[in-house]
């Protein structure tokens, strides 16, 4: 054996390596969730501390009408509630309405405040920060405009401060448009994963998890005892979500409660939103890793802190996974690679037991919702996902690696449906290169029977091509 198609055995068994451990990560995650029952944080608000609801806005147009409705439907006792609207806009027509808005909560016998800021320092979290500067109450509220509020949300998320150790309160989201098409429906499984056994399972065995930056209350004296909101991150509600936990306060996850939320409506709003979350994940990454590590934290605790800050960084082991099977195929043609049933047993193996592992973590989390879907339906969501989200692994991969070797960008908002912010993307023609590149590989596997990469390059191929085609309609 060469030392070239040794080396490419070990990359390629390294980044299957990565993608089984997360995958026993998540299907660990699962079993500790369906063991554990909701927890009740104390059983009514008898006492209302002063609260200020912030909502950060950016050229949200009329987006934000159906969000300031159902806050004009809050039950909190109003002279204990400020609302604050923190509002970045460069649209005068977003400005205008929010202005509005906030005349009409006044009237309606709000405390509520229009604070607008002409520079983006720090985007969301430089307005969160400069407006807790502007108010002194106990505990602040966030709610995004793409989010709709409850009546009661607030006596709700406020009692589990009891306990003057918890910092941080965080609602599951639930989808005011889950229905729309197949797009949303199929982004609504990871999320449910991500609360209703992630979040469930880190709340219930005491590992750090985190705040979602909206539909959730923290604690002022938290913020400022973890040093605030910083903007050196594109995932700042991360970042300070981990320091508050770091200070030993605990975060509760409120999991039979839940905030309605938008889903992005369009590739271009989905790839906006997952660029800055798998950038930003990286950087917290890279920002807390020796932190954590030096932390007086169970090794439990910081082995599953480091797993989820990673989250994001193994779209590399999957970007590499597929790239190096590009790159084994060369080999093959060119007689370096030998027959070898030992390793593509290996391959083959994890890779199917990786699949089973998600599918059954995703089923379980699913199972828990209340989406109304048939298996049948279910399974097929799950499969788009996978493709999907395997043709998103060059758009993945780059930004993880951005985050993780330092390279900055600006904090770009989700587009939401009736915002002024949304755009049409240039198509990602690189994606139906690679496409085109996968295609190819099949054919020449089917014509000198490489069967152990025909199963990779095929996903590949339909993956890209789903994804290039499907941002084309943006």
Known sequence: MSALVLTWQIALSLCVLMLSIYSFYQGYLAILSSRSQSKKEGASLKEHPTVVLQIPLFNEGDTIDETFRSILDLTYPKEQLQIQILDDSTDKGSRTLAKIWAEQLQKNGFKAEYLWR??????????????????????????????????????????????????????????????????????????????????????????????????????????????????????????????????????????????????????????????????????????????????????????????????????????????????????????????????????????????????????????????GFNSLKFTRLFLTYIFYTTGLGWHHGKAVLEGLIGMKSPFERTPKKGSTTSKKYRPPYIELLISLLFFAAVVVDLKIGFWPMLGIHLVGGIGYLLSFSHACKA
């Open 118 to 371: 002409a520079h983006r320092s720090e985007f969301k979290a430089g307005a969160l920060r400069e407006g807790l500067v502007k108010t002194d109450s106990e505990f602040v509220a966030i709610l995004d405009a793409d989010f709709r509020s409850a009546p009661n949300w607030l006596e709700k998320g406020l009692t589990p401060f009891k306990d003057p150790k918890v910092g941080i309160v965080q609602f599951r989201w639930s989808y005011f448009n889950l229905d729309e098409s197949w797009f949303t429906q199929m982004q609504a499984l990871p999320l449910e994963v991500h609360f209703r056994n992630e979040h469930h399972a880190r709340y219930n065995y005491r590992y750090l998890s985190n705040f979602n930056g909206t539909a959730g209350i923290l604690r002022r004296s938290a913020i400022e005892d973890s040093g605030g909101w910083s903007g050196d991150t594109l995932t700042e509600d991360i970042d300070l979500s981990y320091r508050i936990q770091l200070k030993k306060y605990r975060l509760v996850y409120l999991n039979e409660n839940s905030l309605d939320s938008e889903l992005p409506h369009t590739a271009s709003a989905y790839r906006t939103q997952q660029r800055r979350w798998n950038k930003g994940g990286a950087e917290t990454l890279k920002k807390l890793f020796f932190p954590i590590l030096q932390s007086d934290l169970s090794f439990s605790q910081k082995l599953f802190a480091l797993f989820h800050l990673s989250g994001s960084s193994f779209y590399l082991a999957s970007l590499g996974l597929f790239l190096l099977s590009l790159f084994g195929l060369l080999l093959k043609t060119s007689g370096e690679l030998a027959e070898s049933t030992l390793f593509w047993t290996f391959i083959q193996v994890a890779l199917s037991i990786n699949t089973l592992i998600l599918f059954i973590c995703f089923y379980k989390a699913y199972s828990k919702s209340t989406f």
